[in-house]
């Protein structure tokens, strides 16, 4: 039986421990590991709150700017018990619940200020907890994002670490674009901060933009026995510079994954979907779930600012109830740059999108919350245009609605590792309209499985978008077979746990599948 770690700042398989779809996959693949009979310990911060009620393992102490620190390992019971797979949290006071999905803090002055201090003493603790044995003789360690990298600068650059040589570390990229960087020095938030005791290896952590700095995404890359994407199609778009925003490629870090796939160091194999005891939601419960969950947000103190709007969405749902739309088409993600680009970047797209949409009695659904601009943006649009209904929230009932309900899933996303929603909506026979880059490449098939955009640069990609769009709404009502073709080969697609973490196996874990 082989013993694995999963090191993740997410864990869907806990409650309230998600905020994207990080989260899904650090669920999912133990899940996975554990069909096959060997076994998966989980570990993420407990964030100030996941610990309460849960049984305490044990105390660790570690050196920590230049102190003695001390942390305590929780066990914390899982929505789902399954056997083999154990979950954990470590608590320390300064470990807190952020401003975003109660996870991550938003430090728009110093991005990644308080994330980095919070992570980086989770990381220590980690580390001294394998020293110990936490969790068993380990033959693997599976890393996910920035939040976990500094586990490999312990295990390279510090000697009471030494022994962390001896097991096999995979370091997992969910979004490149998200590269934890902070300074070396001068810098409460810094890494001679968190590890005065170290000598700093300048020349080989030096960020090639931010030579001042470290960047932990690149750390991830340079020292982990095998870095993997979150699909093949990803894999190759980060190879290539970017060129922003007609491209999205490396974000500077190009190079360095290049040398990574020379040294066979880099793989990109595609995540999983979930296909069993799916979570069904009533058909036709769509507006009944709308106005229960705005009701919901209402009692809530920190939207008390946003009741104006709240009450807005659902008296658009009300005339809803009363004259259903003919035709859905849906988003549901958070509010940012790589989520809504192209709305941002040009309104006028998604009016014209909302005019095509009022021609034939559609409407637009989007959920999400996220950054204030792309809020406010989508807040302007539901006044001016009764079609756009803007969910301002994160309900999991609207969002079950939602995938069953619409009749195509809008995902433009500027860029995308892997994606998650758009495997939903196809499980749901709902044809996806995406932007053909990274795993939207790998899943969506335009005119086959969905529909996709492209071009070469921004304007042309605009122009695309809004010309399939109007494809697929011609389809739609003027060429039902075609559509209903396009909804079956939709559902049809399986993209498996199963055989991805086959995959994993093989290319990244180096063992055999039993």
């Known amino acids: 039986m082989s013993n694995f770690l999963f090191v993740s700042a997410e864990n869907d398989a806990i409650k309230k421990c998600k905020a994207g779809g990080m989260g899904d996959v650090v669920r999912d693949v133990p899940r996975q590991i554990a069909a096959l009979g060997d076994r998966v310990s989980v570990i993420t911060p407990a964030y100030g709150r996941l610990h309460i009620g849960q049984k305490k393992i044990k105390e660790v102490e570690f050196s920590y700017r230049g102190e003695t620190a001390k942390a305590i390992i929780y066990q914390v019971a899982?929505?789902?018990?399954?056997?083999?797979?154990?979950?954990?949290?470590?608590?320390?006071?300064?470990?807190?619940?952020?401003?975003?999905?109660?996870?991550?803090?938003?430090?728009?002055?110093?991005?990644?200020?308080?994330?980095?201090?919070?992570?980086?003493?989770?990381?220590?603790?980690?580390?001294?907890?394998?020293?110990?044995?936490?969790?068993g003789k380990l033959d693997v360690v599976h890393l996910h994002d920035w939040h976990t990298s500094l586990l490999l600068f312990?295990?390279?650059?510090?000697?009471?670490?030494?022994?962390?040589?001896?097991?096999?570390?995979?370091?997992?990229?969910?979004?490149?674009?998200?590269?934890?960087?902070?300074?070396f020095n001068d810098n409460y938030s810094s890494l001679h901060a968190f590890y005065p005791e170290l000598d700093i290896d300048y020349e080989n952590l030096k960020d090639p933009r931010y030579q001042d700095c470290i960047n932990l995404m690149a750390v991830g890359i340079k020292l982990a026995d095998v870095v993997h994407t979150v699909s093949p199609s990803y894999k190759e778009d980060i190879m290539k510079s970017s060129n922003f925003p007609d491209f999205i490629g490396g974000e500077?870090?190009?190079?360095?994954?290049?040398?990574?796939?020379?040294?066979?160091?880099?793989?990109?194999?595609?995540?999983?979907?979930?296909?069993?005891n799916i979570n069904l939601v009533q058909h036709g419960a769509f507006y009944v779930n709308a106005i229960q969950a705005i009701f919901e947000w209402l009692q809530e103190p920190e939207k008390e600012y946003k009741a104006d709007f709240l009450i807005h969405t659902g008296e658009k749902i009300v005339r809803l109830i009363k004259e259903p739309a003919k035709f859905v088409c849906a988003s549901v993600a958070r509010l940012t740059e790589q989520k809504f680009f192209f709305f941002k970047n040009s309104p006028e797209l998604l009016k014209s999108i909302l005019e095509k949409l009022k021609a034939v009695n559609g409407i637009y659904v989007v959920l999400g919350t996220g950054a204030p601009e792309y809020e406010q943006l989508l807040q302007n649009i539901s006044y001016e245009y009764d079609n756009f209904v803007f969910f301002n929230g994160q309900s999991e009932e609207v969002i079950d609605s939602i995938y069953t309900e619409s009749n195509l899933y809008l995902m433009p996303s500027l860029f995308e590792p892997c994606g998650i929603s758009q495997m939903l909506a196809m499980r749901n026979a709902q044809p996806c309209l995406v932007h053909h880059t990274g795993g939207l490449k790998d899943t969506v098939e335009h005119l086959k499985t969905g529909f996709s955009f492209n071009g070469k640069t921004i304007d042309e990609k605009n122009a695309n978008f809004l010309a399939v769009f109007s494809q697929a709404l011609k389809i739609f009502f003027e060429d039902k077979s075609q559509?209903?073709?396009?909804?079956?080969?939709?559902?049809?697609?399986?993209?498996?746990?199963?055989?991805s973490v086959r995959e994993y196996y093989k290319k990244l874990y180096k063992i055999n599948v039993k």
């Open 154 to 183: 312990l295990k390279e650059y510090h000697p009471s670490y030494k022994v962390l040589q001896n097991i096999r570390f995979v370091y997992s990229i969910h979004n490149l674009a998200i590269q934890g960087i902070r300074p």
């Open 483 to 499: 559509w209903d073709t396009i909804c079956l080969n939709a559902k049809s697609q399986k993209f498996t746990w199963q055989s």
């Open 78 to 135: 899982p929505k789902k018990e399954i056997e083999n797979i154990t979950h954990y949290v470590i608590h320390h006071p300064d470990i807190k619940s952020g401003n975003i999905a109660h996870i991550y803090f938003n430090d728009p002055e110093q991005p990644f200020y308080t994330d980095a201090c919070m992570f980086s003493l989770f990381c220590s603790a980690v580390a001294e907890s394998i020293t110990q044995n936490s969790f």
């Open 252 to 276: 500077g870090l190009e190079n360095y994954l290049k040398e990574a796939n020379k040294e066979n160091r880099l793989v990109g194999i595609l995540n999983g979907c979930n296909y069993q």
